[in-house]
């Protein structure tokens, strides 16, 4: 008798600082970043079956027509990257409902990966201790350990060394989706180009952990940074105007979302995230989000 279905769910991400540093000999920029999980999700279904497949569905505002469904589909890759670890000769079918928008800087291929992960080690019973599956995900991407961890964390290397951080907030984010996606080796080779050979090592800024730790909003506005959004900006100079509105509505500070296009805004409360929501919206912006965080990493929201 087949095992039921698991569904896991797996949030969206945002680099609260992004600190890219030299090419690596690996082929990789070296990071240090602070991640945070936010309220936008990402369900993975996956069910036992005789060959691997993959369907994607999505909220009507999320565009899933470039959405590859073969190999090249990190989910599909997540799978069999797991199967092979244990030595398995086994498939699942995977049917993935996107919250999360697509190349919009917020690591919804990297969710649906751990969730991928989770998923068949719960279908299969394998019992992956949480090490092993941490480290097969950083064999799948720089992103997917953190899906993985939730909350609010540290990543080094390539980002795929996740390690939690004291962040005693609960921050109100207002997150602007845009219609066109932004390549992320596109935008790491805008930043390449601007700054030339001569490029220190990366850190994360002890005034950012002292604002988590505080849980003091303002102070982490004046910390948060990305090196990815000026070359993100070059490419799609519109989304300086999207950022100016949300401050000039209220928010404490705008930031691109990883290699963009998604601007997000952190506001002091829920009331103040509402408010510059309705400006936005008001001002042409229809795909416009209000999330919290931090919120729990990749979980099993049905298994029996």
């Not at 919250?99 to 394998?126: F, K």
Request: glycine residues 10%; hydrophobic residues 45%; contains cysteine.
């Amino acid at each position: 008798m087949s095992a039921a279905p698991v569904t896991v769910r797996a949030a969206a991400k945002i680099n609260l600082c992004l600190g890219v540093g030299p090419v690596r000999d690996d082929g990789y920029h070296a990071l240090a970043t602070v991640y945070q999980a936010i309220g936008m999700y990402d369900d993975v279904t996956a069910t036992e079956a005789d060959g691997w497949s993959l369907r994607v569905s999505a909220h009507e505002r999320i565009d899933v027509t470039e959405v590859p469904l073969d190999d090249s589909n990190i989910a599909l890759r997540a799978g069999r990257l797991l199967a092979s670890h244990h030595g398995l000769d086994r498939a699942a079918a995977l049917d993935i409902d996107k919250g999360i928008p697509v190349a919009g800087g917020l690591a919804g291929g990297s969710a649906d990966a751990a969730a991928t992960l989770l998923a068949l080690d719960r279908l299969w019973r394998l019992d992956t201790p949480d090490e092993e599956l941490l480290r097969l995900a950083g064999e799948l991407g720089s992103d997917v350990p953190f899906a993985l961890l939730g909350g609010t964390a540290r990543g080094d290397g390539h980002g795929e060394q996740v390690t939690r951080v004291a962040d005693a907030g609960s921050w109100w984010w207002v997150v602007v989706e845009s219609d066109i996606g932004l390549s992320t080796p596109r935008i790491y080779a805008e930043l390449d180009q601007m700054r030339g050979d001569a490029v220190p090592d990366p850190e994360v800024s002890v005034a950012l952990l002292d604002a988590l730790a505080a849980g003091d909003s303002t102070a982490l506005a004046g910390a948060l940074t990305n090196d990815l959004q000026e070359p993100a900006l070059h490419v799609r100079p519109d989304l300086r105007d999207v950022l100016a509105l949300g401050v000039a509505a209220g928010a404490l500070q705008g930031l691109v979302s990883g290699s963009g296009p998604t601007c997000v805004l952190l506001c002091a409360d829920h009331e103040s995230a509402q408010s510059v929501r309705a400006v936005l919206h008001a001002a042409g912006h229809e795909r416009v989000q209000v999330a919290t965080g931090p919120v729990a990493g990749a979980h099993v929201v049905t298994y029996a």
